[in-house]
T-cell receptor
Framework: KAGVTQTPRYLIKTRGQQVTLSCSPISGHRSVSWYQQTPGQGLQFLFEYFSETQRNKGNFPGRFSGRQFSNSRSEMNVSTLELGDSALYLC?????????????FGPGTRLTVL | AQTVTQSQPEMSVQEAETVTLSCTYDTSESDYYLFWYKQPPSRQMILVIRQEAYKQQNATENRFSVNFQKAAKSFSLKISDSQLGDAAMYFCAYRSAEKNNDMRFGAGTRLTVKP
């Protein structure tokens, strides 16, 4: 099976712009989670989607939003970019919502905000 | 809220030797799952090993094993016969068994393997 893919891999934006990141989960996986990884804050949970519904949300401002499509692909949007949004954004998929389900991570999208 | 602590920002080990990475967590729950993930430089994060809290037996995966001490809320990772390819950031993670269970990660430990 193909792994989790994320596009684009690298992105450079300026403050105030908005950005959309895409994630394609492993075939058959219905849950997609998003994380922000920075050197200072480590890995922080953004949100998780399952069957097109947001199931859980981390402690991020409303500028961060996401959605999931019927084919389980997910997009994450960040509006009004700030310098502090520069990070590696990781997407992870798993089959369902069971605690035992292993999450498989994508390679990430490196976002730089200038 | 559950928190995960990795007290060793960096560790190094000689090739072929054994190293142990520490992880502690704070929770009031009795049922949960613990994970160790590995993130090699510029590469994808992959699962190393997983432990269910209700299982007393420590999980093992080839050269990787854990020491799970539920009462102490400790979950250390032991890497035996270290190889150059083991060099990576290692993250300890916690997930509740309850619904809407997001995964909480520690800050990570950077492991260097010396030839």
């Amino acid at each position: 099976k193909a792994g989790v893919t994320q596009t684009p891999r690298y992105l450079i934006k300026t403050r105030g712009q908005q950005v959309t990141l895409s994630c394609s989960p492993i075939s058959g996986h219905r849950s997609v989670s998003w994380y922000q990884q920075t050197p200072g804050q480590g890995l922080q949970f953004l949100f998780e989607y399952f069957s097109e519904t947001q199931r859980n949300k981390g402690n991020f401002p409303g500028r961060f939003s996401g959605r999931q499509f019927s084919n389980s692909r997910s997009e994450m949007n960040v509006s009004t970019l700030e310098l502090g949004d520069s990070a590696l954004y990781l997407c992870a998929s798993r089959p369902g919502l069971a605690g035992t389900d292993t999450q498989y991570f994508g390679p990430g999208t490196r976002l730089t905000v200038l | 809220a559950q928190t995960v602590t990795q007290s060793q920002p960096e560790m190094s080990v000689q090739e072929a030797e054994t190293v142990t990475l520490s992880c502690t967590y704070d929770t009031s729950e009795s049922d949960y799952y613990l994970f160790w993930y590995k993130q090699p430089p510029s590469r994808q994060m992959i699962l190393v090993i997983r432990q269910e809290a209700y299982k007393q037996q420590n999980a093992t995966e080839n050269r990787f094993s854990v020491n799970f001490q539920k009462a102490a809320k400790s979950f250390s990772l032991k890497i035996s016969d270290s190889q150059l390819g083991d060099a990576a950031m290692y993250f300890c993670a916690y997930r509740s068994a309850e619904k809407n269970n997001d995964m909480r990660f520690g800050a990570g430990t950077r492991l260097t393997v010396k030839p």
